[in-house]
Nanobody
Framework: QLTLADSGGGLVPPGGSLRLSCEAS????????IGWFRQPPGKAREGVLC???????YGGTSVKGRAYISRRKTSNTAYLNMRNLRPEDTAIYYC????????????????WGQGTQVTVSS
């Protein structure tokens, strides 16, 4: 019953911006640690950013300050805003949740969205 629907990916030119969405169903998103992860082609999945239940962002290094994570309680949806996108950012992006506490690492998350493809290319 706990499901996550991530969306918002697509084709974007280098230097562009994108916002990904993660809509939760069957549970209250604000009760969980939320994480955004990505998996480039042929590479391992890695953390982008996570957010505590108190709203504090933590972890992640893959986008080096070019990402912002947020949560809207009214819509039970989390977001990942990315800017100054590079071709190296091309990956499948996933949202995930975990009951707290949780490090911003793949192994601490067991509930995942289906993934949304982000392609950065001119």
């Amino acid at each position: 019953q706990l499901t996550l629907a991530d969306s918002g990916g697509g084709l974007v030119p280098p230097g562009g911006s994108l916002r990904l969405s993660c809509e939760a169903s069957g549970f209250t998103l604000a009760d969980y640690v939320i994480g955004w992860f990505r998996q480039p082609p042929g590479k391992a999945r890695e953390g982008v950013l996570c957010i505590h239940t108190n709203g504090t962002a933590y972890g992640g290094t893959s986008v080096k300050g070019r990402a912002y994570i947020s949560r809207r309680k009214t819509s039970n949806t989390a977001y990942l805003n990315m800017r100054n996108l590079r071709p190296e950012d091309t990956a499948i992006y996933y949202c995930a949740v975990s009951l707290p506490p949780a490090a911003c690492s793949v192994g601490d998350f067991s509930s995942w969205g289906q993934g949304t493809q982000v392609t950065v290319s001119s």
